[in-house]
C-alpha cells in the first residue's frame, strides 16, 4: 500500500511517498483531520505558518494515538522570513505554537515575499533564512530542511554558500504543470521534491482528457493524478479534510503506462479559476 512506502531523502532520513497537505484547513478543525488522517495510516503532515493551522496540526500529532517517532510532520517559514534572527525566532515559534519536540521537515516557504512573489532578488536573506534552518538542523530540532516554490536561479544561491544542501524542494506540480527540467535539476543535486495541489487546487477534476484516462484505468481523477505524481518520483501531498477522500486518495493500487505517463507529462492546463489571484497559480 502507498502509505507504507517511502523516499530517503539525501539526509538519511525517510519520508512517506504520500502526505496529507493542510492548507485551508481551518485551525479548530485541522486536528480532527490529521487524528482521521493518521487512523487510516497516513504518516506525513504538511503544514506551514502561513496556513494558520500549526497550532491544530500539533494537537492531532500529540492526540493522534501513534508514537511521535512513527509520523513525520513538515511545516515552513513565512516567506516574509528573511533573515537569521527572525528565522531562529519562527523556528522556535514553530515547536512552541505545534508543542512538538522536534519537526521533521522545515521549508523556506517562498524565495520571495508573497507581495513580491517572483520579483526582486532576496537572495541575501534566503541565505541568511537558510543560516538558521541549518543551525536548527545541526542542533537536532529539525531533522531535515528544505524549500518551497524555489526555482533553479533560487536554488543556486542557497547551493553557493551553504553547507547542508536542501534535502526538499517543495513545488506545483500537477498534471498540466510538469516543470520537467527543474525536477531534473532537482534530482541531480539530490533534492527531493515535493508535488503540492497534485490536483490543481481541484480544477483536474474539470478535465475531459484527464477524466477519460481515468476512466481507462477505473479509477478517480484524483487518483490518477496523485499517481502520476508519484511516478514521477515526488512526494505528493494532496489536501482534504474528508476522511473518505483521503482513503480514496491512498487507493493507488494500479500503474500508469509509460505511454500514458508521457501524454499526461505533455499536458498543459494551467486554469486555475478562483485561486488564480493565489501567487503560485498567478502564472507569474
Known amino acids: 500500500m502507498i502509505l507504507n512506502e517511502t523516499y530517503t531523502m539525501s539526509s538519511g532520513t525517510q519520508i512517506p511517498k504520500l502526505g496529507l ?3 485551508f484547513i481551518d485551525d479548530d478543525k485541522v486536528a480532527e483531520a490529521v487524528r482521521e488522517a493518521v487512523k487510516i495510516g497516513y504518516r506525513n503532515i504538511d503544514t506551514a505558518q502561513a496556513y494558520g493551522n500549526e497550532r491544530g496540526v500539533g494537537e492531532g500529532i500529540r492526540t493522534s494515538g501513534v508514537a511521535r517517532e512513527e509520523l513525520f510532520v513538515s511545516t515552513k517559514l513565512a516567506a516574509e522570513v528573511k533573515t537569521y534572527d527572525e528565522a531562529v525566532a519562527s523556528i522556535d515559534g514553530s515547536l512552541a505554537t505545534m508543542g512538538l519536540d522536534y519537526i521533521d521537515l522545515m ?10 512573489f517572483r520579483g526582486g532578488d532576496y537572495s541575501e536573506g534566503n541565505r541568511e533564512a537558510w543560516r538558521a534552518l541549518e543551525d536548527a538542523y545541526k542542533a537536532g530540532k529539525i531533522r531535515a530542511i528544505g524549500v518551497s516554490n524555489f526555482l533553479q536561479e533560487d536554488l543556486e544561491g542557497i547551493l553557493a554558500t551553504c553547507t547542508v544542501v536542501p ?7 500537477h498534471v498540466g504543470n510538469t516543470p520537467s527540467e527543474l525536477l531534473d535539476y532537482c534530482a541531480d543535486k539530490g533534492i527531493l521534491v515535493q508535488a503540492y495541489s497534485p490536483i490543481a487546487h481541484g480544477q483536474m477534476l474539470k478535465n475531459e482528457a484527464v477524466a477519460t484516462m481515468a476512466d481507462k484505468y477505473q479509477v478517480t481523477v484524483p487518483q490518477l493524478c496523485i499517481r502520476y505524481t508519484i511516478q514521477l518520483g515526488t512526494v505528493s501531498l494532496p489536501k482534504t479534510a474528508n476522511p473518505e477522500h483521503m482513503l480514496s486518495n491512498a487507493q493507488l493500487d494500479f500503474e500508469i503506462s509509460d505511454e500514458d505517463m508521457s501524454a499526461l507529462l505533455n499536458l498543459d492546463e494551467k486554469d486555475y479559476g478562483e485561486f488564480s489571484f493565489f501567487p503560485v497559480y498567478s502564472g507569474k
Request: proline letters at 10%.
Open 21 to 23: 497537505g493542510t492548507w
Open 167 to 173: 534535502h526538499v524542494n517543495q513545488l506545483l506540480v
Open 107 to 116: 521549508l523556506i516557504h517562498s524565495p520571495q515575499p508573497w507581495s513580491d
